[in-house]
């Protein structure tokens, strides 16, 4: 099974602030990887899918990077609607697989 | 508009059963993959299993090796609905579980979510 780490665990940082969160996978996963946002006590929403495409609507504070074993999530001037939970997903097409990172905390 | 909705909060008691559902609407529910994840108590997110509702042979319904033998999933395409099932609950399956569509093409990511459905397991 392909493993999914981030880092870091959790972070602080301030307004206007520039935030990269790594996601590495066990293998090569080629730009089969999407990173989702979940507020607290809310439902997680799609941010990036493909590795580096934006989903219709998102900010475009938000961007990706990466491919193959190494991606990364960045926020390029962090706002308070930014905290959150931020995950990394594997996936392929057929059957769906999938495998989520640990999530990196967020904070202001 | 696509909409997953779920159904309502669950209190069972170890060892009973239940079956909470997932309603699409707003799009061909046959045409995209539903998954199930679970997220338990200040935890993260956990991918439990995939169905395709257009062929929801059990046979080709993917499981996470985490849940396999655990929980069932099925759908009904007739009435637009996905389920999640288990058969004797234990405590530790108290968390949130959301249903997530697959975006349509080769790429499945969660593109919409249900609203979640809080399951818990108290004797």
């Known amino acids: 099974d392909i493993q999914m780490t981030q880092s870091p665990s959790s972070l602080s940082a301030s307004v206007g602030d520039r935030v990269t969160i790594t996601c590495r996978a066990s293998?090569?996963?080629?730009?089969?990887l999407a990173w989702y946002q979940q507020k607290p006590g809310k439902v997680p929403k799609l941010l990036i899918y493909?590795?580096?495409t934006l989903q219709s609507g998102v900010p475009s504070r938000f961007s990706g990077s990466g491919s193959g074993t190494d991606f990364t999530l960045t926020i390029s001037s962090l706002q308070p609607e930014d905290v959150a939970t931020y995950y990394c997903q594997k996936y392929n097409s057929a059957p769906p697989l999938f495998t989520f990172g640990p999530g990196t905390k967020v904070d202001i | 508009e696509v909409q997953l909705v779920q159904s309502g909060a669950e209190v069972k008691k170890p060892g009973e059963s239940l079956k909470i559902s997932c309603k699409g609407s707003?799009?061909?529910?046959?045409?995209?993959?539903i998954g199930w994840v679970r997220q338990m108590p200040g935890k993260g997110l956990e991918w439990m299993g995939s169905i395709y509702p257009g062929d929801s042979d059990p046979r080709y319904t993917p499981y996470s090796p985490s849940f396999e033998g655990q929980v069932t999933i099925s759908a009904d395409k007739s009435i637009s609905t996905a389920y999640l099932q288990w058969n004797s609950l234990k405590a530790s399956d108290t968390a949130i579980y959301y249903c997530?569509?697959?975006?349509?093409?080769?790429?499945?990511?969660?593109?919409?979510w249900g609203q979640g459905t809080q399951v818990t397991i108290s004797s």
């Open positions: 293998q090569d996963i080629t730009n089969y």
């Open positions: 707003g799009y061909s529910f046959t045409s995209h993959w």
């Open positions: 493909d590795a580096s």
């Open positions: 997530a569509r697959c975006a349509s093409g080769g790429s499945c990511y969660f593109d919409y």
